[in-house]
């Protein structure tokens, strides 16, 4: 019998009491990566993560439109939002306060490409109750095509702290692809 339990990365020394379920999250979309830096978005199996699919969402870089647009979400997240945001841009569901520095880091995620990992105290601008532990994770279309984003958003009901400045950039990690 073997251990398939995989062996410790930077990832995992780096985000000492993360969720649980966002090392589950991370271990599926590294084993899809084969040998690449970043995984196709063919190879990645949501099947192999079914609990944790209602969390799940994807984005992919619309170069026609300058945004992102939301290709699936799970359950939680579009009740996070209080509708569906399948179809939507990155700037209709942040809104215009937020877009600019959620542009910068998912761009920033693609074009290195990276993992970003937020706390469960990073904050948007619109979100009143609810806060969310999440991990961003870049997909390729194709071997020359990195333009998706692929992540997991773990959301808790909890008065948002109102006098904290939204998105500080001391809540994220950033983990270069080539680091795990």
Same mark, same amino acid.
């Given at each position: 019998?073997? #251990?398939?339990?995989?062996?410790?990365?930077?990832?995992?020394?780096?985000?000492?009491?993360? #969720?649980?379920?966002?090392?589950?999250?991370?271990?599926?979309?590294?084993?899809?990566?084969?040998?690449?830096?970043?995984?196709?978005?063919?190879?990645?199996?949501?099947?192999?993560?079914?609990?944790?699919?209602?969390?799940?969402?994807?984005?992919?870089?619309?170069?026609?439109?300058g945004d992102f647009v939301c290709k699936l979400?799970?359950?939680?997240?579009?009740?996070?939002?209080?509708?569906?945001?399948?179809?939507?841009?990155?700037?209709?569901?942040?809104?215009?306060? #937020?877009?600019p520095v959620m542009m910068g880091r998912w761009?920033?995620?693609?074009?290195?490409?990276?993992?970003?990992?937020?706390?469960?105290?990073?904050?948007?601008?619109?979100?009143?109750?609810?806060?969310?532990?999440?991990?961003?994770?870049?997909?390729?279309?194709?071997?020359?095509?990195?333009?998706?984003?692929?992540?997991?958003?773990?959301?808790?009901?909890?008065?948002?702290?109102?006098?904290?400045?939204?998105?500080?950039?001391?809540?994220?990690?950033?983990?270069?692809?080539?680091?795990?």
């Amino acid at each position: 019998m073997t #251990d398939a339990t995989p062996p410790k990365s930077t990832v995992d020394s780096r985000l000492v009491g993360a #969720d649980p379920r966002i090392f589950e999250f991370f271990h599926a979309w590294r084993s899809a990566r084969r040998k690449s830096l970043v995984p196709l978005r063919t190879d990645f199996e949501p099947l192999e993560i079914p609990a944790l699919l209602r969390h799940v969402w994807i984005y992919r870089f619309d170069p026609d439109l300058g945004d992102f647009v939301c290709k699936l979400a799970g359950e939680e997240i579009n009740t996070a939002w209080g509708r569906s945001i399948k179809g939507m841009t990155l700037r209709e569901i942040v809104g215009p306060a #937020d877009h600019p520095v959620m542009m910068g880091r998912w761009t920033q995620l693609l074009t290195v490409p990276l993992l970003h990992y937020g706390s469960a105290t990073e904050r948007l601008s619109e979100m009143e109750t609810q806060v969310a532990e999440r991990l961003l994770l870049p997909l390729a279309s194709d071997d020359d095509t990195i333009d998706h984003v692929l992540g997991i958003s773990l959301y808790t009901i909890s008065g948002a702290n109102r006098t904290r400045t939204p998105l500080v950039p001391a809540d994220i990690i950033q983990i270069p692809c080539a680091e795990v």
